[in-house]
């Protein structure tokens, strides 16, 4: 949903639909209603503030659990088609063990496996089953979590360059938005 300037404005609102978002793709993963690839990769993009395709094409060679962070080439990420930059995604320790936990794989394979055949794993049909049950905001999609990441950072005292940063934004008035919102 667009809210009346024509942008983005939902995200979650604290500490509390976190716990709920947590608690619920701990639940559905126990019951066996959402596969662990699915509920962890949505993890990860909660915890990084990662675009969606970015972690759902995440290949092996890309993540540098050692280094603590993963190093998208510029064709893998939004930003870097245009400024041919690779884009550097710092991991908090929390999304390192989610990804260490997955099947190792080639490193051309993803680290979050699709349920069948080839490709990247499928993350929008099960949010919004998820995002149901979790009881979020009703137009908080996945890039709502960017969105709460970026808000978060702003919030928090950290400037427009240092949001560029963390989201890989091309540009620093993308960035600015959050700052001046917060």
């Known amino acids: ?58 290949k092996w060679s890309h993540v540098d659990l050692k280094g603590g962070r993963i190093v998208l080439p510029a064709m893998a990420h939004k930003a870097g088609r245009r400024t041919g930059k690779s884009r550097i995604i710092a991991l908090p320790t929390a999304a390192q063990e989610i990804i260490a936990r997955q099947p190792q ?10 349920a069948k ?15 149901t049950e979790a009881k ?8 709502g979590l960017r969105h709460t990441m970026a808000s978060a950072l702003a919030m928090g005292g950290a400037g427009a360059s240092e949001i560029q940063a963390a989201l890989g934004h091309a540009t620093i ?10």
């Open 173 to 182: 008035a993308m960035a600015s938005k959050y700052v001046h919102w917060a």
């Open 117 to 131: 055949g080839e490709g990247v794993v499928n993350l929008s049909h099960p949010w919004r089953k998820i995002r």
């Open 1 to 58: 949903k667009l809210g009346a300037n024509g942008q983005r404005d939902t995200i979650l609102d604290g500490p509390e639909d976190y716990q709920r978002l947590f608690a619920t793709l701990y639940a559905m993963e126990t019951e066996r209603r959402l596969r662990a690839p699915v509920a962890d990769a949505i993890r990860v993009i909660a915890l990084t503030g990662c675009r969606r395709g970015e972690i759902a094409g995440l």
């Open 105 to 114: 794989g080639e490193p051309d394979a993803y680290v979050f496996q699709p």
């Open 136 to 143: 979020l905001p009703e137009g908080i999609g996945l890039h």
